[in-house]
Nanobody, 120 residues
Framework: QVQLVESGGGLVQAGDSLTLSCAAS????????MGWFRQAPGKPREWVAT???????IYADAVKGRFTISRGNVKNTLYLQMNRLKPDDTAVYYC??????????????WGQGTQVTVSS
């Protein structure tokens, strides 16, 4: 069983930066695809970014060039560096992991989410 715990959310102003972390336990996740999703109030959950087991990174168009997904030196940590934040980035951000290391949309295991609020 894999447990994922997100942290690092908060209230920031437009243009600020924020880094989210996801701590994984229960397995060594270097062979897993891991990703970030987000859900704004009244909207469906949307995919943000993925890092595959080969460390290939993929981003949604809405965040490309502003967000960076990475694994920590200890492979069971996932990060999302968010720069030039916009009010539209306001959402609960979820970490996900998947044993299918090449999948673009990891969805096997989920964290509980961390709130990011960007004020204008």
């Amino acid at each position: 069983q894999v447990q994922l715990v997100e942290s690092g959310g908060g209230l920031v102003q437009a243009g600020d930066s924020l880094t989210l972390s996801c701590a994984a336990s229960g397995r060594t996740l270097s062979s897993y695809a891991m990703g970030w999703f987000r859900q704004a109030p009244g909207k469906p959950r949307e995919w943000v970014a993925t890092i595959t087991s080969s460390d290939h990174t993929i981003y949604a168009d809405a965040v490309k060039g502003r967000f960076t997904i990475s694994r920590g030196n200890v492979k069971n940590t996932l990060y999302l560096q968010m720069n030039r934040l916009k009010p539209d980035d306001t959402a609960v951000y979820y970490c996900a992991a998947d044993r299918s290391g090449a999948t673009v949309f990891p969805n096997e295991y989920w964290g509980q989410g961390t709130q990011v609020t960007v004020s204008s």
